[in-house]
């Protein structure tokens, strides 16, 4: 590819030929506002639909205005993007949304988080001149986890090519025309009735509120209020190096023992680690795997811990229903186990017991009211927030967040190794599995228990783990279009693997649709997987099958990994749905 040099407000540089206009000035850390475009995690996935026009420059020779995100540059060329010309016209594009926006800035879920909010403000907007017609839509909150408010979707389409493009699940699109024009499911059907995952990529991708999670702040709220609940939270290992961000913390710090603090002076009576859980789950699905491995069973095993994942599957393969393992998620073993064993050790009613998850997820909302993942009408986990949510909370309580102290997580349902923090990075899940299956096949001690072929940002990572002289052949995809990838080779007869992780997020847990907002910058997602890897690190015990809190649970209620009480509590099953 050859280098082409570009003068921007006077300024040189050189880049390549095909480079956007918008890319060359991002060298030279000359802003342009936009809207509409963002790199989706893979740098070759762009929402470059130039639809918004916040971008416009002025380009010497050139009559009209260019957008700079969807425009190449090429040798010589000029550019200004601070003329009068370029400014006015973005300003009149921003007051034109405006006109066609609702006021209810003060109130609205995505306020001082609203990227039209903050353009307008960095263009000094103080008064919209254009007056008439305001869409209205029916605000669709028939789904657990997402809220679609169609009066604030501006068009930008990022939504669209995130659920299209990234995920593949295609549920988002242009309907209608002119004035009437909305991205939304086909025929404007409510999410609930589609293919929906409900993984949140679109929200964590919406610049305003057309697209935010179902609020459960009230719901949490109102159980800590309730003396006659004794109200437990759970928190997943992606979190702890999550929430710093929202309170100006750089990214990837770990907040484990502050995050601990904090929940507690929330009011809740227990703090507990969904890690353990996740131990736990290595416990089943290893044993699952070796099962299976030994006796000639149905591989490869698909990992189940992810619920976006596990919807896209019952959708879009429902041939496939047999493959993936019987586990629940971590955080739905959590609570089987909080309202059995942990109801008879505290002499608590289990209806008295009220599960909260604190989750990087949107899915897992949706997740925790599945039928299937409750006993006797009790649901094991009863209340699902994110990130972003339990930071609401902090804040509306007035917690200092960054001064309070380090403290433990509560016992029996604490004790952790560091085969459970990984799970919240991608390829996670698979490396555990792999540190436990790899000992109970051979009787040996693994003594390098990372696998580093695993782990990075790659889409698809594929490995050959040897297994004394086995070849164990495993993969691993993160985002719902590179799983399409996978179950499409193994339908086809062209895979050959025992064992695949999947994750519906990209990165994993640590890019959840729950997480603090990101804007498509990547680099936070990799400052958040270095940052569970590091806790992973520091764990005196790296292997799910050495947490003695798990074993004695085993020994103590549970009986055999694998075996009939754990298939009652820890296992579940999948529906065939149809596809729309």
Request: glycine share 6%; with cysteine; net charge negative.
């Amino acid at each position: 590819m050859s280098l082409v040099t570009v003068t921007i407000n006077n300024r040189q540089v050189q880049v390549e030929e095909g480079t956007t206009i918008l890319e060359a000035a991002k060298l030279l850390n000359i802003k342009i506002p936009t809207l509409c475009h963002l790199n989706l995690h893979d740098t070759k996935m762009v929402n470059q639909t130039a639809s918004c026009r916040v971008c416009m420059v002025e380009v010497e020779g050139r009559r009209n205005l260019a957008p700079s995100c969807a425009t190449p540059v090429y040798d010589k060329m000029v550019v200004r993007t601070d003329s009068l010309r370029a400014i006015n016209a973005r300003r009149t594009v921003v007051e034109l949304l405006l006109s066609d926006h609702p006021k209810d800035c003060l109130t609205c879920a995505k306020n001082t988080d609203c990227e039209l909010q903050q353009i307008a403000a960095d263009l000094g907007v103080r008064d919209i001149p254009y007056k008439g017609e305001m869409s209205t839509y029916e605000i669709d909150d028939s789904s657990y986890s997402i809220v679609r408010n169609l009066d604030k979707c501006i068009l930008c389409r990022r939504c669209e090519t995130m659920c299209n493009k990234v995920q593949t699940v295609n549920v988002l699109s242009g309907v209608d025309r002119g004035f009437q024009t909305v991205v939304a499911p086909a025929f404007n059907l409510p999410m609930t009735e589609t293919s929906c995952t409900f993984c949140g990529q679109c929200v964590a991708v919406c610049p305003t509120a057309a697209l935010t999670e179902v609020s459960n702040i009230p719901k949490v709220w109102r159980a800590l209020r309730n003396k006659e609940k004794f109200v437990i939270v759970q928190t997943a290992p992606a979190v702890r190096v999550a929430l710093g961000e929202e309170f100006g913390m750089e990214p990837g710090t770990i907040v484990t023992g502050k995050m601990v603090s904090a929940l507690r002076n929330l009011g809740f009576d227990k703090v507990f680690d969904t890690d353990f859980a996740a131990d736990l789950t290595i416990m089943e699905e290893a044993s699952e795997f070796v099962h299976r491995f030994k006796h000639g069973g149905r591989l490869p095993i698909l990992t189940s811990c992810c619920p976006g994942w596990v919807k896209f599957f019952e959708h879009q393969f429902p041939d496939l229903l047999d493959i993936p393992s019987t586990c629940k998620s971590p955080h739905e073993m959590f609570g089987a186990v909080a309202k059995t064993y942990l109801a008879e050790k505290l002499g608590i009613d289990p209806k008295n017991i009220v599960v909260v998850s604190v989750m990087p997820c949107l899915a897992k909302k949706y997740e925790a009211a599945r039928p299937e993942l409750s006993r006797d009408g009790i649901q094991d986990v009863d209340i699902v927030i994110t990130t972003r949510e339990l930071a609401k909370m902090l804040k509306e309580a007035g917690i200092n967040f960054a001064s309070l102290p380090e403290s433990d997580f509560d016992n029996p349902l604490g004790e952790s190794t560091g085969a459970s923090v990984i799970f919240g990075a991608t390829g996670g899940v698979l490396e555990a599995a792999l540190r436990t299956a790899y000992e109970w096949l051979t009787n040996k001690t693994l003594e390098d228990v990372e696998f580093h072929a695993l782990r990075g940002m790659d889409g698809v990572k594929e490995a050959i783990i040897k297994i004394d002289d086995i070849d164990v052949n495993v993969a691993v995809a993160h985002g719902l279009g590179n799983a399409r990838k996978i179950l499409e080779a193994i339908q086809k007869g062209e895979a050959n693997y025992h064992a695949i992780e999947i994750m519906a997020c990209p990165g994993g847990c640590i890019g959840g649709g729950g997480q603090p907002y990101i804007h498509g910058n990547v680099e936070i997602v990799k400052k958040r997987a270095l940052a569970i890897y590091e806790e992973d690190r520091g764990k005196v015990k790296r292997k799910s099958h050495e947490n003695e809190a798990v074993i004695k649970l085993y020994e103590d209620f549970l009986g055999e990994p694998y075996g009939e009480k754990a298939h009652e509590l820890l296992h579940t099953h999948y529906v065939k749905r149809q596809k729309l």
